[in-house]
């Protein structure tokens, strides 16, 4: 063997050393962080949700990123998400002459891949980690779609306090999914997880409504909304205390806890056959059910509803839910136990013609 012939076995040794090492340089599971366990009504409105094992409100992988939160989120943190390949040498020039001329560091030029990467590794920042981010943001764009990394980075990201993920940081500051924010208050979230330490509904109010009307700003420059637009969305009101989650279907929600692993189900959030606007409206009936019979002694109250051509549960009430009075034992799931005289009233209702 020739010494060119030596000298070109090394190189595609080297080559392919390096290769395998891009590709395995990814864990197989970025986050492994436990997630809140979720119920959702056939119409996918939220029905009940109990906080994660770590006491974070931490919701699972979102697949679908509401369209105002990504024009929002790339117009702060990463204009260019959509042509760079994980690293963008303009943000990371102009961080370094920002910093030079700071003297200190003002900017980190990290893009939403290098973010979703520090997110994951939760190591201190340095130049070593720096160099790591970019080397596997560029490895995380081999292997992922820009929407799977959008996903990746709007449900792990932190939104102040215990609340991570875009899911839960809506239901906790606005009662609502995502999906059904205003510019506004996309525009108020979008800015959390920049600095969710300092900047969070209930404190340092003036900083977040300038963040904000400042995003405002940038997407009417963006031409991503017109000026009237931007003018209502800086009036409208900056989340105050963190809302409880809805609990309208709490017992079931327990029992999916309870078999969700016999079950052999991965993901913590399910979907159920439940109709949302019967849930509700049993939900009120059986409260005002269950204050008329509480002078018989009658403390508990339960129904279950089916539809028994199609074979599925309409409304699963296991309880009148009332955690606040302990000695009425409502965390009781009547609709999994034998009846007991005395002790509840359990209503079965079978519905032939559901519409």
């Known amino acids: 063997m020739t010494k060119q012939q030596k000298a070109l076995l090394i190189a595609d040794g080297i080559c392919l050393s390096l290769f395998l090492f891009f590709m395995f340089s990814l864990p197989k599971q970025l986050f492994k962080s436990p997630t809140s366990y979720v119920i959702e009504a056939s119409n996918g409105e939220l029905l009940s949700a109990a906080i994660a094992s770590d006491g974070q409100w931490r919701f699972p992988t979102i697949d679908t990123v509401p369209e105002k939160f990504v024009k929002c ?19 990371i020039s102009r961080a370094m002459k920002q910093n030079l001329k700071a003297k200190g560091i003002v900017s980190g030029g990290s893009t939403l891949s290098m973010q979703v990467i520090r997110l994951s590794r939760r190591q201190h920042r340095s130049i070593w980690q720096k160099l790591t981010e970019v080397w596997l943001a560029t490895r995380l764009e081999f292997t992922h ?6 996903g990746l980075y709007a449900s792990n990201a932190p939104f102040g306090s215990n609340v991570v993920g875009l899911d839960a940081a809506s239901w906790r500051y606005f009662g609502r999914k995502a999906e059904n924010l205003s510019w506004g208050e996309m525009a108020t979230l979008a800015v959390l997880p920049n600095s969710p330490s300092l900047v969070h509904p209930g404190k340092n109010s003036g900083r977040l409504i300038k963040k904000r009307n400042d995003l405002l700003d940038k997407l009417v420059k963006l031409k991503v909304i017109d000026l009237a637009t ?28 309870e078999e ?9 959030s399910l979907t159920t056959t439940l109709d949302y606007d019967l849930q509700l409206k049993l939900n009120d009936l059986l ?12 403390n508990n109250i339960a129904a279950l509803v089916l539809d028994v051509k199609k074979g599925t549960v309409l409304s699963y009430i296991g309880n009148n839910y009332q955690p606040e009075n302990a000695s009425l034992e409502s965390h009781v799931d009547i609709d999994q136990s034998p009846t007991q005289p005395r002790k509840y009233l359990k209503t079965l209702i079978v519905c032939e013609h559901a519409e």
């Open 73 to 91: 989120i790339t117009a702060f943190e990463d204009q260019r998400f959509f042509k760079h390949f994980g690293v963008d040498p303009l943000a």
């Open 287 to 298: 409260k005002r059910y269950n204050n008329r019979y509480r002078a018989n002694d009658i």
């Open 230 to 257: 931007a003018s209502l969305a800086k009036t409208e009101p900056i989340p105050g205390k963190p809302l409880p989650l809805p609990q309208n279907a709490p017992h079931l929600l327990n029992r999916f806890k």
């Open 145 to 150: 779609s820009k929407q799977e990394i959008m």
């Open 260 to 268: 969700r692993k016999r079950l052999d189900i991965h993901s913590t």
